[in-house]
């Protein structure tokens, strides 16, 4: 593509050293999307004639449909996907395929196709967040008023259901997808028309090319345009932070399902066994999720540390964004995919989390707050209630058999009426709580929301 400066072929190690054919043909369509909006544009600049457009469009649509059905043969010596496409076009229509090229540069070009891969992929990724908060949804409705502890420090906390459970992660999955729509918002515009770095002196209608894309405007500065991937640093970074929250998820259903919670249990279909121990039950597919995470953790950190020394415009560092990128996007389509499937299958067990949840202990914070309620200061309830927990825990006696009244008279009779967990779970009312009333409301509201 550039021999009529050179007097020597490139080196073969450095062919292989630079290649990224073997990564970017994903972008073909967008790619051959691109090329179609750019000769248009030419055409009616009057630079081609109409059946050179038409040989061009017919041309590019038939490598199209090739590279589909994996009959296309790539060739690494032309290093990407777009002198693939353009060479083998070229070769098959001859000059028109040779015009193509004319106020264009592949600078211009992979910003264009990366930013139609971060489209598409951030539309496919709304939809995969979707279905795995739907997944979790219908748990949580079904298990909308199983009670179980909540922890914090992985110390039983406080009582919570597991359809609130549920609901905590189905909010962290809509932060999630409201990320990856801001990326897709700021990044569907569209640099055609910036060329190598200082646009063209062939001016083609950039904004005709723009729609044709389905781009919601132009960028405007060539030099920013083709030079930063901070589009592709944000898709990797909200890709990141959803993988996190799975993570997070894994972790849970990990405790969950071991027999020291034995809160939940998990489909055969998604669980592997021990090639030695016959009695295990492995929770795979949370432990690679969880272990995946750090591949997409490293994809983000890998482009920003490749970005942070680049000085404008285009070094070929930037070639290194598209394998992170891909990785990222195919990891995290497989987590959640495979999540949903397992959630949607995932039993929990109810009598475990009853006889977990049945400890008195959880509502030690409650029997503060009737002490409040009778109008003791806080703090001062907070030390009747620790006196209290110390002598259920010296005497071996459970807290709600303990003789309230000789830690303090303020304990009246009606104190042991706050260990019915019914009534704790009813009296969390204000919004956000996990009443059982609340619970509902939100189980209504997602669902609602989640609705195609
Ligand atoms: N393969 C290159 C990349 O992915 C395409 C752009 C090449 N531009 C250049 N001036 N060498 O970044």
């Known amino acids: ?70 009959t296309f043969e790539f060739r690494s010596s032309l290093e990407d996907i777009h002198m693939n496409i353009e060479a083998e076009l070229t070769r098959r229509i001859g000059p028109a395929g040779a015009k193509l090229h004319t106020a264009r540069s592949r600078n211009d070009q992979v910003a264009t196709d990366t930013r139609l891969f971060c489209r598409e992929a951030a539309d496919l990724l709304d939809r995969a967040i979707r279905l795995l908060q739907q997944a979790l949804l219908e748990r949580a409705d079904r298990y909308a008023a199983t009670i179980l502890p909540g922890y914090t420090h992985l110390q039983r906390g406080q009582p919570v259901t597991v359809g609130h459970h549920f609901l905590a992660y189905i909010e962290m999955l809509e932060r999630d997808r409201g990320r990856v729509r801001d990326c897709r918002a700021r990044l569907n515009i569209c640099p055609l028309g910036s060329g190598a770095l200082a646009g063209s002196t062939i001016n083609l209608d950039r904004e005709a090319i723009a729609r044709e894309l389905g781009f919601d405007g132009i960028t405007h500065n060539s030099m920013d345009a083709i030079a930063d991937r901070d589009y592709i640093a944000e898709m990797l970074f909200a890709m990141s932070l959803c993988g996190v929250h799975l993570s997070r998820l894994s972790e849970d259903l990990i405790l969950w399902c071991t027999a020291e919670f034995s809160f939940a249990t998990l489909a055969d279909a998604h669980t592997t066994g021990s090639s030695l121990m016959p009695q295990k039950k492995n929770p795979d597919v949370c ?130 009426d706050v260990f019915s967990l019914e009534r704790a779970m009813a009296a969390r009312t204000n919004t956000g709580s996990p009443s059982p009333l609340n619970v509902q409301n939100e189980i209504s509201r997602w669902q609602k929301m989640l609705e195609n």
């Open 1 to 70: 593509m550039w021999k009529g400066r050179f007097s020597q072929d490139t080196s073969s190690l450095v062919q292989q050293f630079g290649e990224s054919i073997s990564t970017d043909w994903r972008l073909y369509a967008h790619d051959i999307a691109g090329s179609i909006a750019h000769a248009r544009a030419q055409k009616i600049a009057g630079l081609l004639t109409e059946e050179e457009f038409l040989s061009i469009e017919n041309g590019l649509l038939a490598i199209r449909e090739e590279i589909t059905a994996g």
């Open 287 to 416: 432990e690679l999720s969880r272990g995946k995470t750090g591949r997409l953790v490293g994809n983000l950190i890998n482009l920003l540390v490749a970005l942070k020394g680049l000085p404008l415009t285009y070094n070929r560092d930037l070639q290194e964004d598209k394998p992170p990128l891909f990785d990222s996007f195919d990891t995290l389509s497989m987590i959640l995919a495979v999540n949903s499937e397992m959630v949607a299958a995932l039993e929990m067990n109810v009598p475990s989390c009853a006889r977990a949840a049945a400890d008195p202990m959880l509502l030690a914070t409650d029997l503060a707050d009737y002490l409040v309620k009778k109008g003791v200061p806080f703090r001062h309830a907070h030390e009747l209630v620790g006196k209290a927990v110390a002598a259920a825990l010296s005497s071996g006696t459970a807290l709600d058999q303990l003789d309230l009244a000789a830690i303090d008279p303020a304990f009246a009779a009606d104190a042991k």
